[in-house]
């Protein structure tokens, strides 16, 4: 994996904490946070490689995370994970342009995958089971 440093958002501790136990064996660094400020505040400090988002953080001023994401920072690698395996949110949160999409539930199993394809510049959809 090329990612060194890893922002995850999501407003719940748990899903946290699992994250942080999948990632930090692979990557440099990971920093959590659990709100819209704290993300933005961090987004200008620790210059990540990559952000896994919570699609349903949160934000002022947006559709959605994936959207903010990538109006404000367009160069940044992101995936988003969701508990929604709707169609719809899929296609939403790649129109966005975000670079890969990991549902919850599935997170244990696709999240380093995901994350792997996507630091290597390509795309990776939970519910497609692969690259994109």
Do not use: W
């Amino acid at each position: 994996m090329t990612c060194g440093r890893v922002i995850v958002a999501d407003s719940h501790a748990t899903m946290l904490a699992g994250i942080r136990r999948l990632l930090e064996p692979v990557v440099k660094a990971v920093l959590m946070v659990s709100d819209e400020a704290s993300l933005m505040a961090a987004l200008e400090q620790f210059n990540p490689d990559l952000v896994i988002a919570d699609l349903s953080l949160p934000i002022r001023g947006e559709a959605n995370v994936a959207r903010l994401l990538k109006k404000r920072y367009p160069g940044t690698r992101v995936i988003i994970l969701s508990v929604h395996d709707d169609p719809v949110a899929v296609e939403e949160a790649m129109a966005a342009g975000v670079e890969g999409f990991v549902l919850k539930q599935r997170a244990a199993i696709d999240l380093l995958p995901a994350a792997s394809e996507v630091c290597q510049g390509r795309r990776y959809l939970s519910t497609g089971g692969g690259r994109a």
